[in-house]
């Protein structure tokens, strides 16, 4: 069973920047994609970077160039520190972020559809303009 605790977030300007973290701990996590994913109230959550155990990556087009996803072997394939730093933040940015594990990711592309996620408790993001 994989562990995700999220860190970092909290408030900046329009075209500031910050960073998440996300501590991911479990079994075979290289097989995992982990990646970040946001929700306003009463939209859908929806992701918004990911990357797999071969380091490929994929981004929302609403944040490409602004957010870079990376992550940390802390212990091979047992632990990870997974980060989302994003730049030229936006108010539109603004949103709850959610750490998140797929299992048996294939295509880090297709992330968002796979059906069972591991989710981390979330962390808020406010943007002021």
């Known amino acids: 069973q994989v562990q995700l605790v999220e860190s970092g977030g909290g408030s900046a300007q329009s075209g500031g920047s910050l960073r998440l973290s996300c501590a991911a701990s479990?079994?075979?996590?290289?097989?995992?994609?982990l990646g970040w994913f946001r929700q306003v109230p009463g939209k859908e959550r929806e992701g918004v970077a990911a990357?797999?155990?071969?380091?490929?990556?994929?981004?929302?087009?609403s944040v490409k160039g602004r957010f870079t996803i990376s992550e940390d072997n802390v212990m091979k394939n047992a632990k990870k520190t997974l980060y989302l730093q994003m730049n030229s933040l936006k108010p539109e940015d603004t949103a709850m972020y959610y750490c998140a594990a797929v299992p048996a990711c294939e295509r880090v592309n297709d992330y968002d559809r796979y059906p069972y996620k591991k989710w981390g408790q979330g962390i808020q993001v406010t943007v002021s303009s």
């Open positions: 479990g079994y075979r996590l290289s097989t995992y994609c």
């Open positions: 990357i797999d155990g071969d380091d490929r990556d994929t981004y929302a087009d």
